[in-house]
């Protein structure tokens, strides 16, 4: 059976999607820890993240670091953190949140109810700002 993220890449779950190319894409979590909060997911179906291929695992880096850019840019935090976990879904994705401290990565304080309109203006705002640093990819 598919898993979530299959589901929400083959559209037939709804998702903000920020960003798609031929690997990967990106799109805000539905209980997001922090306004601004972006999965990064390949395309394929691939449980544990060391199973990457090397060219995909490089990849999913590099659109991170492009997202963490603009996520930076519009949220403004201290940092962008990354962390891979992987055991909510089981579908690789590496997690984008913008913090201010080190408490902002709790995910027991995800927001379960974030509202549509927030989630709609965030997704737009990086969008907006990968758009501003020429990238192609951007989706919608």
Partial sequence: MASLFT???DGELPGRFV???????????IAPVRPGHVLVVP???IDHWIDCP?????????????LGEAIQKVFR???????????????????????RTEADMRFANADENAKPEDMDAAAESIRTALREAGCAEVAG
């Fill in 43 to 45: 395309r394929a179906e």
């Fill in 54 to 66: 090397p060219a995909l695992a490089a990849h999913l880096m590099t659109v991170s670091r492009t």
């Fill in 77 to 99: 935090p201290e940092k962008v953190a990354l962390t891979i976990l992987g055991l909510e879904v089981r579908h690789t994705h590496l997690h984008l949140v913008p913090i």
């Fill in 19 to 29: 960003w798609k190319d031929e690997h990967c894409v990106a799109f805000l979590s």
């Fill in 7 to 9: 589901r929400i890449i």
